[in-house]
Each structure stands twice: as structure tokens, then as C-alpha cells.
Nanobody, 115 residues
């Protein structure tokens, strides 16, 4: 059974940092592209960052230079380091795995950037 469990969200002040984690189980993690999406109130879900199995990364323009996606295949975990956060980053963040077997979603973790 595919499981993705996010953690690391919370309340942070503008300019601060958070690191999201997503622990995977139930599938061959090293053979999956991993992605982070987010959905802000009243907006559609959007792709924030992706990391392919061969190490290629891709970022939404507004987070380039501030967010970093990484993975630890031994721990079956993907991370999203978020620096210089601003209120526009406030959203529910979702982990996503895409592999030969299909696609899976984590539940969510809430990030709130506010003073």
C-alpha cells in the first residue's frame, strides 16, 4: 500500500525557514519521481518542485533560489527546504510520487507564513 506522510509544516515569520519531509512506503522509492505541490486558499493546486530519479530538479519560478528539493533513497524520504519564506508561500503542501505503478499523494502539511 502506497503511503506518503508529510511533516514539518507550521507557523513561521516572513523571512524564516522550514523543512518539509515526506516519508514514503509501499513502493520502490528510488524508481519514482518525487514532487511537492501546494494549494493556497482559493487557488488551484500547483507544482512547486520536482526531483526525478536521475537527479534533475525543476522549480516554480517564484520559489527558485529559495526552495530546495532533495531526497534520501536509503531513508525513502523527500525533503523541501524552504528559505526566505513570505506570506505568499502560505498553503497546504502535498508530497507526490510518480512511478511506473502510477501516482500517489500524501495527506498534507500546512505552512503558514505570518508575523
Amino acid at each position: 500500500q502506497v503511503q506518503l506522510v508529510e511533516s514539518g509544516g507550521g507557523l513561521v515569520q516572513p523571512g524564516g525557514s522550514l523543512r518539509l519531509s515526506c516519508a514514503a512506503s509501499g513502493f520502490t522509492f528510488s524508481r519514482c519521481d518525487m514532487r511537492w505541490f501546494r494549494q493556497a486558499p482559493g487557488k488551484e493546486r500547483e507544482l512547486v518542485a520536482s526531483l526525478s530519479i536521475d537527479g534533475r530538479t525543476n522549480y516554480k519560478d517564484s520559489v527558485k533560489g529559495r526552495f530546495t528539493i532533495s531526497r534520501d533513497n536509503a531513508k525513502k524520504t523527500v525533503y523541501l527546504q524552504m528559505d526566505i519564506l513570505n506570506p505568499e508561500d502560505t498553503a497546504v503542501y502535498y508530497c507526490n510520487a510518480r512511478g511506473p505503478w502510477g501516482m500517489g499523494w500524501g495527506k498534507e502539511t500546512l505552512v503558514t507564513v505570518s508575523s
